[in-house]
Every structure is written in structure tokens, then in C-alpha cells.
């Protein structure tokens, strides 16, 4: 289980977690929901240890990730997979090369068998034989968040982070995209924790769904739960209501 005890963090002199409290499941899909701007992001960034909160805990199965040393992180980020919300391919480098390259960095693998693992991970995500010697510009945008997945796969990880997965997609490759989700999740298991104001497709993928508001989490339950919750903040944004004000 992944536990955040009040965290609290401020960037450019503003509140941005104010007391998070949260308790993520282990082997479930958890959705945080919140209006654009509310923090969601920079919270996923302290679940994967890529800031730390000025103060509070965030507990991976007991183990405190804002204590840990850097060796300590970065051998917890062997069990972590992320998706970026651009995506973060690296231009220079083919899809192939894309989806090995954490293979390459953190592995003494043969080549051989990172050649198998990138191949299987690029079916996994419904891409043909065909895109691996191509480029991330050659891509449409739906394919270059197939190539993201698949390379936050590869190193077949406990714990996978999706930054807004469909931000800039149309309707249908919403659909596959949050198909690809579910598929995965079913085959591996990981702990997936999603950050997303596509309300209300991601409800259909959500195991558990917690809101971020005001830098607090405001509600926690159940997509069913969530959508029966009586507070006029979480119906404002289910509803699609913009400019409901800050609790």
C-alpha cells in the first residue's frame, strides 16, 4: 500500500499540498481527480520520489520514501513505472531505442533479451513490427503514448504513474488509451495511480477515486461513492463547473 501522510509542499510561494492524507491500494487503479492547476501532478511527482514534501510521509509498504537516501530512491525506482503527460520520448532515439533505453541504462541484460522484452512490451500495447525503426515525429499522438506505456512497462514495474495519459487526444484514442490501461493492468497487477480531470471516462477504469482540492484530498471512495458524495465542490466538478471557489 502507498500511504501519504499529511504532505505539505509550497512551490513559488504558494500552498500547493496542504495536509494530504491518502491511502493508495496495492494491485488496484486508483483515480486523483481535481480541477487544472490544483496540484495533482506534483503530487504524482512526490509518489514517485522526484520531490520531496517540506514535510509530512509518503510510506511504500512501510517504507518511507522521504527519509530514504538517494541510492535508497533510486532502488525504488526499479519497482516504478511512469507516464509522462507529453509523453518524454526522447526525439533522437527510435521507438525501439525508446523502449529499451531503461533496459540499457539500469540492466545488464543481453541483448538478445531486451530485443525480446522491448517486442513484447510494443504488442502488449496493440503496435505493429513496423514502428520500431521510427522516430517519436513520425508518430501520431496516439501511437507516441502507446511507445510511452510500453517503455514504462518494460521493466515490468510494481508501482505505475500516469500523468493526464489522454491529455490532447481524440475521443477514440481516449477510449484505447484507457483500454491499454485496463489490459495491462489485468495482465501484470501493478498498483496504478492515474492523475486526471477526464471526468467521467476515467471513472470507468477507477477502482478507487480520490479528489484534490484546495491542496487536501476533499473525498475518497469508489467511482460510485465519488459520484454520490453530497459535497457541492466534488458535484461542481463532476458537473463540469469551472469556476467553483477554492474551499
Known amino acids: ?19 494530504v492524507n491518502l491511502e493508495i491500494p496495492t494491485g488496484k487503479i486508483t483515480v ?7 496540484g495533482k501532478s506534483v503530487l504524482l511527482k512526490h509518489i514517485a520520489g522526484l520531490i520531496r514534501p517540506d514535510s509530512g510521509s509518503i510510506l511504500i509498504d512501510g517504507f518511507d520514501l522521504t527519509r530514504a537516501s538517494v541510492r535508497e530512491i533510486q532502488e525504488f525506482r526499479k ?8 509523453g518524454a520520448l526522447f526525439d533522437s532515439l527510435t521507438v525501439f531505442e525508446n523502449v529499451a533505453f531503461p533496459l540499457r541504462e539500469k540492466t545488464r541484460l543481453p541483448e ?5 522484452r522491448v517486442r513484447e512490451r510494443l504488442a502488449q500495447v496493440n503496435l505493429p513490427p513496423e514502428v520500431e525503426n521510427k522516430y517519436p515525429d513520425e508518430l501520431s499522438g496516439g501511437m507516441k503514448k502507446r511507445v ?3 517503455r514504462a512497462l518494460i521493466q515490468e514495474p510494481e508501482i505505475l504513474l500516469f500523468d493526464e495519459p489522454v491529455t490532447g487526444l481524440d475521443p477514440p484514442m481516449t477510449n484505447t488509451i484507457f483500454h491499454l490501461i485496463t489490459k495491462t493492468h ?3 497487477g501493478y498498483t496504478g495511480v492515474v492523475v486526471s480531470h477526464d471526468i467521467p471516462k476515467v471513472f470507468e477504469i477507477a477502482d478507487f477515486v480520490a479528489m484534490l482540492h484546495g491542496g487536501r484530498i476533499i473525498a475518497s471512495g469508489t467511482p460510485e461513492e465519488i459520484q454520490r458524495c453530497p459535497d457541492p465542490v466534488v458535484q461542481s466538478f463532476l458537473r463540469g463547473e469551472v469556476d467553483f471557489l477554492e474551499a
Not at 501519504?4 to 512551490?11: K, S
Not at 519497482?79 to 507529453?86: A, K, M, Y
Not at 538478445?112 to 525480446?116: C, D, F, S
Open 186 to 188: 489485468l495482465e501484470t
Open 112 to 116: 538478445a533479451e531486451i530485443q525480446k
Open 32 to 38: 486523483i481527480i481535481g480541477k487544472s492547476g490544483v
Open 1 to 19: 500500500m502507498i500511504k501519504l501522510i499529511n504532505l505539505v509542499r509550497t512551490l513559488d510561494n504558494q500552498r500547493v499540498l496542504n495536509g
Open 148 to 150: 510511452a506505456l510500453a
Open 79 to 86: 519497482r516504478l513505472g511512469v507516464l509522462f503527460q507529453g
